[in-house]
């Protein structure tokens, strides 16, 4: 997150525009409020018992949702996919009015559209305020240890030669530094970085979706790159550590509308979510992204790999 939904263009450089959008929300590159919850727009719920999982409009998101579909088919559950549907903002509205049963989110940046006062930051206090602040038709079941998140990063090369494992590290070497992210991510991060870190950059840049290349041709010495992003691995680049939470949370989790689950649903959603973590995710989305496999399959792999099928 943080937390925004955006468009995918391009395989890997736009398959992750999630990095444009700087200063977190893998969901949207805005983040108004939840629509009014008398809209005319709202949907009418699923039929029937069915159970309709919905996705944003970008590959993480959609892997995610058929992830969830297919662990529910494989509990015998009637499951209707609704994939890239698009924005938040259309997405929140169709949960909450039951058009959608289930649907991927992140933690962090849902908290940060239905409550933009919130200051929680840990998982904890994420989940914690999203319970008190989610209106009653929508709930959140277990958070997966897999996040999105945001970070900083910089070559393996520059860490081991200054010695960098976490944030707090680069206030030593900051100033000498160029910074690049999304165009929004100084406006979102430069004062949030002084007052939690200290922090000083020499030079902010607007990198966004070519952040990861950035920082491995030099252009800048550390990056804002969302933590499944494969070109993490792919440029041997280093994240490091946010040991005070300047960035929110941003475990994966389903939000789901809670007349529409039962508790075979919820059992089968937890299941997928306590064997999800980031690792794991990030080879997933290299076969997505690089590999270009077929999202379908991937989840079908990882499914049968962690005994879901």
């Given at each position: 997150?943080?937390?925004?939904?955006?468009?995918?263009?391009?395989?890997?450089?736009a398959?992750?525009?999630?990095?444009?959008?700087?200063?977190g929300?893998?969901?949207?590159?805005a983040?108004p409020?939840?629509?009014d919850p008398?809209?005319?727009?709202?949907?009418?719920?699923?039929?029937?018992?069915k159970?309709?999982?919905?996705?944003?409009?970008?590959?993480e998101?959609?892997?995610?949702?058929?992830?969830?579909?297919?662990?529910?088919?494989?509990?015998?559950?009637?499951?209707?996919?609704?994939?890239?549907?698009?924005?938040?903002?259309?997405?929140?509205?169709?949960?909450?009015?039951?058009?959608?049963?289930?649907?991927?989110e992140?933690?962090?940046?849902?908290?940060?559209?239905?409550?933009?006062?919130?200051?929680?930051?840990?998982?904890?206090?994420?989940?914690?305020?999203?319970?008190?602040?989610l209106?009653?038709?929508?709930?959140?079941?277990?958070?997966a240890?897999?996040?999105?998140?945001?970070?900083?990063?910089?070559?393996?090369?520059?860490a081991?030669?200054?010695?960098?494992?976490?944030?707090?590290?680069?206030a030593?070497?900051?100033?000498?530094?160029?910074?690049?992210?999304?165009?929004?991510?100084?406006?979102?991060?430069?004062?949030?970085?002084?007052?939690?870190?200290?922090?000083?950059?020499?030079?902010?840049?607007?990198?966004?979706a070519?952040?990861?290349?950035?920082?491995?041709d030099?252009?800048v010495?550390?990056?804002n790159?969302?933590t499944?992003?494969?070109?993490?691995?792919?440029?041997?680049?280093?994240?490091?550590?946010?040991?005070?939470?300047?960035?929110?949370?941003?475990?994966?989790?389903?939000?789901?509308?809670?007349a529409?689950?039962d508790?075979?649903?919820?059992?089968?959603?937890?299941a997928?979510?306590?064997?999800?973590?980031?690792?794991?995710?990030?080879?997933?989305?290299?076969?997505?992204?690089?590999?270009?496999?077929?999202?379908?399959?991937?989840?079908?792999?990882?499914?049968?790999?962690?005994?879901?099928?």
């Amino acid at each position: 997150m943080k937390r925004l939904i955006r468009t995918a263009v391009v395989v890997l450089s736009a398959a992750f525009t999630l990095s444009a959008c700087g200063g977190g929300d893998p969901l949207t590159s805005a983040s108004p409020g939840p629509a009014d919850p008398g809209s005319a727009s709202a949907p009418a719920p699923a039929p029937g018992g069915k159970v309709v999982v919905g996705s944003a409009n970008f590959p993480e998101n959609v892997l995610l949702a058929e992830i969830y579909a297919q662990a529910l088919e494989a509990k015998g559950v009637q499951v209707e996919k609704k994939l890239n549907i698009g924005s938040r903002e259309v997405l929140y509205d169709q949960v909450k009015g039951g058009g959608l049963t289930v649907l991927p989110e992140y933690v962090g940046s849902l908290l940060a559209y239905v409550d933009k006062t919130s200051t929680a930051r840990t998982k904890d206090d994420v989940v914690a305020a999203l319970k008190e602040k989610l209106p009653a038709e929508l709930e959140i079941l277990s958070p997966a240890a897999a996040e999105d998140n945001n970070s900083l990063t910089v070559t393996r090369a520059t860490a081991e030669k200054e010695g960098l494992a976490t944030i707090e590290d680069l206030a030593k070497v900051a100033k000498g530094y160029a910074v690049g992210g999304p165009p929004e991510f100084q406006s979102r991060q430069e004062q949030n970085f002084k007052d939690v870190y200290g922090l000083e950059f020499k030079e902010w840049k607007k990198t966004g979706a070519a952040t990861a290349d950035a920082i491995k041709d030099g252009t800048v010495q550390v990056g804002n790159v969302f933590t499944t992003d494969p070109k993490i691995v792919l440029n041997d680049l280093v994240s490091l550590k946010d040991t005070k939470s300047a960035f929110a949370a941003e475990n994966i989790t389903p939000l789901v509308n809670k007349a529409g689950v039962d508790d075979t649903v919820r059992t089968a959603l937890d299941a997928v979510s306590a064997k999800l973590d980031t690792a794991g995710l990030v080879a997933l989305m290299k076969r997505v992204a690089v590999d270009k496999d077929d999202a379908a399959v991937v989840a079908k792999d990882w499914l049968m790999q962690n005994g879901l099928v």
